[in-house]
């Protein structure tokens, strides 16, 4: 990565760190930050009196100091449009594996035994969305070849065009209760923060599946346990947690109707050739003042 930068640039002076840590001093003096990890701190944002813009390689933004930043007057963009392929497969796997049944399958084998669990087709069923972007985009076209029903939901209930139906989250009762897997691509902000809670599940179906794919502080943990311990839902998907590495002593980890991934939902090894053209261009127009930035973040609304 760095000798494409440095030969598509060479009047730019780039810097490589190891850890954010080892880049913070060097930040007092820099125009730009590529943040390849979780992002500089508060104070250190409010030292860095040539920043101009940061670019971090997450989707989600709700680990920087967004205020920070917005009081500097920095201009942040994000790696949309880098996770749609790598999430969208991750989608379809959690349900493929809940419809065939895989973890029964496997543990038949493990015991060698000759045993044909029930198994149920994708095909005809709901998937609802919470969050109708470009990840939720890209798994409605891999859902819809199964012969799937996507609606979603998003803050203003405009539709989009991928949907056979888009519904504001305070009006989607209607769409919680007849969904066959809700599929969470939420980002954190402080209006999404715990808002998937008890009510929420308790408008779900019992053989209803929740797919937790977008930040883990939107779901009330504690809630999400009552409703797979009551039945209340028959199964969670989970790869975004409130605390990462996820305690060992949570009940996630050896609950039978939960199956956990170390947020593992976005790598691919095409992460950094889908990322470095967003960064490039944007580096263009930061130079020259030429172009339309990619990927910019509303930090009033948080993504």
């Given amino acids: 990565m760095y000798d494409d930068l440095t030969h598509k640039f060479p009047e730019v002076y780039f810097l490589m760190f190891e850890s954010q840590e080892d880049a913070d001093n060097e930040l007092k003096s820099a125009d730009v930050l590529f943040a390849l990890g979780k992002g500089p701190s508060e104070d250190v944002i409010k030292d860095a009196e040539n920043l101009k813009w940061l670019m971090t390689i997450s989707a989600g933004v709700d680990q920087l100091p967004l205020r920070a930043l917005q009081k500097r007057g920095v201009k942040v963009t994000n790696a949309k449009g880098v996770h749609e392929v790598q999430m969208g497969e991750y989608a379809m796997h959690a349900m493929l594996d809940y419809a065939r ?28 969305f919470l969050g109708t972007g470009a990840i939720a985009k890209a798994i409605v076209h891999r859902a819809t070849a199964f012969g799937m029903t996507c609606s979603g939901v998003n803050t203003s209930g405009k539709q989009v ?143």
Avoid at 110 to 121: C, Y
Avoid at 259 to 288: C, D, K, M, Q, W
């Fill in 161 to 303: 065009t991928e949907f056979q139906d888009v519904m504001r989250f305070n009006k989607a009762g209607r769409l919680v209760s007849e969904a066959d897997f809700v599929i969470n691509l939420l980002p954190l902000t402080e209006n999404t923060t715990c808002l998937i809670d008890h009510d929420f599940f308790a408008q779900m179906k019992s053989s209803a599946v929740f797919i937790n794919l977008g930040r883990g502080k939107t779901v009330v943990e504690e809630d999400l346990v009552s409703a797979v311990n009551n039945q209340s839902i028959a199964h969670a998907y989970l790869d975004v947690f409130h605390e990462e590495p996820l305690p060992k002593e949570h009940p996630f980890w050896q609950h039978e109707r939960v199956r956990i991934t170390p947020h593992l939902a976005g790598i691919s090894e095409h992460y950094v050739e889908r990322l470095l053209p967003i960064f490039t261009h944007n580096l263009h127009v930061f130079e020259t003042g030429e172009g339309l930035w990619r990927n910019e973040v509303n930090i009033n609304e948080g993504y």
């Fill in 101 to 128: 049944s895989a973890k029964r399958t496997v543990q038949y084998q493990t015991e060698g035994l000759w045993q044909k669990p029930d198994m149920m087709e994708l095909y005809g069923k709901h998937v609802l």
